[in-house]
Structures are given as structure tokens and as C-alpha cells.
């Protein structure tokens, strides 16, 4: 069955760094998504992709953040200067367009950025 | 204000039986949504959704029934077993402009713990 995949699983970086998590969406996927869990709390939507720009983000999504499509098949997040707030899971998900069911999401495993 | 709220951090059940778990919400407008679950370092997996138009939608064990008077919706696994133990999370695509698009917004989760 296809699936998300993510890497690394488990980043660490120092505060001030840039970091960037990548994600390989599944092949027939137009649509990708970025989201973010902080421990201990809700599943957060960070920004949605489709024909290579953004077409939603959040109000955490900053100039901090940016999204990338380098080429068919990986769907990076770039954090420039990580912050101690950055760190937690990062989920990347994907879908079909068009309306639901079809855009039901599929999640990668995360990564777990941590920011000392 | 657009949330999905899920009121029970954790709910216990015995193999077997029934477990029954909680989501409300806030905006009537919503007119989709899903459930997922989440093992321990791995990311959500889609379950089961459900359309606002129906009150009902069953698959295998899991049905998810919707109470659109109440706001209500709510995920029955009959019957429980171990290996659905696990954090399962509703959620609801955000509406904007009275049409929902990809942007999820998730409950806090519910871990279930089923008992041999």
C-alpha cells in the first residue's frame, strides 16, 4: 500500500539553525501538507501545497518557515532560524484534489524536531 | 470559530466490549468529518469519516455516528480489542467561504486503552 515517508526521523538542532525536514508524498498526490504536534497538544495545520505554491497557511506558518517542491517526488519544509517553540513532531500528509472523501489525508510517520 | 473539541483525555475498556468515543464542535457549517488514530511514534492513520448529510457510516468494527442537532459526533468500536489501543483523533476540514478545503483542524485526542 503507498505510503508517506518522511526523514529524518528524529532531528536535533541547535537554536538559530535551519533545519529542513523532507517528505516523499504518495506518487498520485497533487495536494501536500505540513502539519506540527507540540507535546501535550493538539495536531496543528501549518500549510497546504498544490501546483508548486502555497495555497493555505497558517498564522504559525512565518517568514520563518518555507515550502518546497524540488522535484517530482520530495515535499521539503525549511525552518531558517529554529527557535526553542519549533520543536516538535512535524507531520507531512497528502491527498488527491477535488472534494472529500477524495481529499482525505494521508500522514507520514513524522519527524521529531528537537531545538536545544 | 471553527474547533473540534474531544472532552475525554482517555477512556479505558475491557476486550470485547464497546468503546464509545466523544467529539462536539462548534460550527454547524462543517459538512465533513474524519477520525483518526495514532500509535506511538508513528503519524495519524486514516479510520473512518462521515458526511454531514448522513447520520451513519459504518465500516468492520467502527461506525461513526453524527448528531448534527447536537454538534455531536461520536466513534464506536464493537468489539474492542488490544491492538486498537491507540489516541484517536477527530477532525474537520475548516470552512472558508462556506466551502471546506484541505486544511484539517483536529481534536485534542482521546487514548484508548483496551484491556486484555
Known amino acids: 500500500e503507498p505510503e508517506v515517508t518522511q526523514t529524518p526521523s528524529h532531528q536535533v538542532t541547535q537554536m538559530g539553525q535551519e533545519v529542513i525536514l523532507r517528505c516523499v508524498p504518495i506518487?498520485?498526490?497533487?495536494?501536500f501538507y505540513w502539519y506540527r504536534q507540540i507535546l501535550g497538544q493538539k495536531v496543528e495545520f501549518l500549510v497546504s501545497f498544490y501546483n508548486n505554491e502555497i495555497s493555505e497557511k497558517s498564522e504559525i506558518f512565518d517568514d520563518q518557515f518555507s515550502v518546497e517542491r524540488p522535484d517530482g517526488s520530495n515535499f521539503t519544509l525549511k525552518i531558517r532560524s529554529t527557535k526553542l517553540e519549533d520543536s516538535a513532531m512535524y507531520f507531512c500528509?497528502?491527498?488527491?484534489?477535488?472534494?472529500?472523501?477524495?481529499?482525505?489525508?494521508?500522514f507520514g510517520p513524522g519527524t521529531r524536531l528537537t531545538v536545544t | 470559530d471553527q474547533q473540534v473539541k474531544q472532552n475525554s483525555p482517555s477512556l479505558s475498556v475491557q476486550e470485547g466490549r464497546i468503546s464509545i468515543l466523544n467529539c462536539d464542535y462548534t460550527n454547524s457549517m462543517f459538512d465533513y468529518f474524519l477520525w483518526y488514530k495514532k500509535y506511538p511514534a508513528e503519524g495519524p492513520t486514516f479510520l473512518i469519516s462521515?458526511?454531514?448529510?448522513?447520520d451513519k457510516n459504518e465500516d468492520g468494527r467502527f461506525t461513526v455516528f453524527l448528531n448534527k442537532s447536537a454538534k455531536h459526533l461520536s466513534l464506536h468500536i464493537v468489539p474492542s480489542q488490544p491492538g486498537d489501543s491507540a489516541v484517536y483523533f477527530c477532525a474537520a476540514p475548516v470552512l472558508a467561504g462556506g466551502t471546506s478545503y484541505g486544511k484539517l483542524t483536529f481534536g485534542q485526542g482521546t487514548i484508548l486503552t483496551v484491556h486484555p
Open positions: 462521515i458526511s454531514s448529510i448522513k
Open positions: 500528509a497528502s491527498s488527491l484534489p477535488g472534494a472529500w472523501p477524495l481529499r482525505e489525508q494521508y
Open positions: 506518487s498520485n498526490h497533487l495536494y
